[in-house]
């Protein structure tokens, strides 16, 4: 089971963030990432609008930003991409600083889930898409620790071990004693070893 009782601040895994978003070239924005169907700058869209989202979810102030599912349209980002990203990002980490993002019920993605299963959610986005970005545009790295293990936690509960389903697609398996980012990769659909060319 995912420990929902662990608090832990987003701000250290939202400015590994930033520091990608900052390394991405305007080239590789046509480039594609290990998630499916996107494009660099659909998963910086992408990015945007689940920062924008569960902003919002902590604030438990629900509406078109948290009913929408993340599947509805393929993100995109325009002229000002990085310092709405940026901006999204900050405002994301004082949401989730509030002393109420964790108590009660909110929503995300048209789901509603208690606020402490909604920030273990946000810290799998943001680590997750962090290695999607960073394999995509060939940057180094290393996420929080505590945002890795709140993510870990998360898709480790959500997954069948019978039926290999994981909350994103099927389990890539991955040895039990391989590094914890990669565990959680394969749990979250994802081949540790993708390559911009694979």
């Given at each position: ?134 394999r995509a545009t ?39 004693d391989a590094p914890l ?18």
């Amino acid at each position: 089971m995912t420990d929902t009782t662990t608090t832990f601040d987003l701000g250290p895994q939202a400015r590994i963030i930033a520091r990608l978003a900052d390394g991405v070239r305007d080239e590789q924005l046509a480039h594609g990432t290990p998630c499916p169907g996107c494009a660099v700058r659909n998963l910086l869209g992408h990015l945007t609008g689940l920062s924008v989202a569960f902003r919002d979810a902590a604030r438990k102030d629900l509406g078109p930003t948290t009913d929408t599912p993340p599947d509805a349209a393929a993100p995109d980002i325009g002229p000002g991409w990085r310092g709405e990203l940026a901006e999204a990002l900050d405002a994301l980490v004082d949401a989730w600083r509030g002393p109420a993002a964790r108590t009660g019920m909110t929503r995300a993605g048209g789901v509603d889930l208690p606020g402490a299963v909604a920030a273990a959610v946000v810290a799998d986005e943001l680590v997750i898409h962090g290695w999607d970005l960073a394999r995509a545009t060939g940057q180094e790295y290393d996420p929080d620790p505590a945002a890795l293990s709140a993510a870990h936690g998360f898709l480790a509960a959500a997954a069948d071990g019978a039926s290999g389903a994981g909350p994103f697609g099927p389990v890539v398996p991955v040895p039990q004693d391989a590094p914890l980012l990669d565990r959680a990769l394969g749990l979250s659909g994802r081949d540790p070893g993708w390559t911009p060319r694979s």
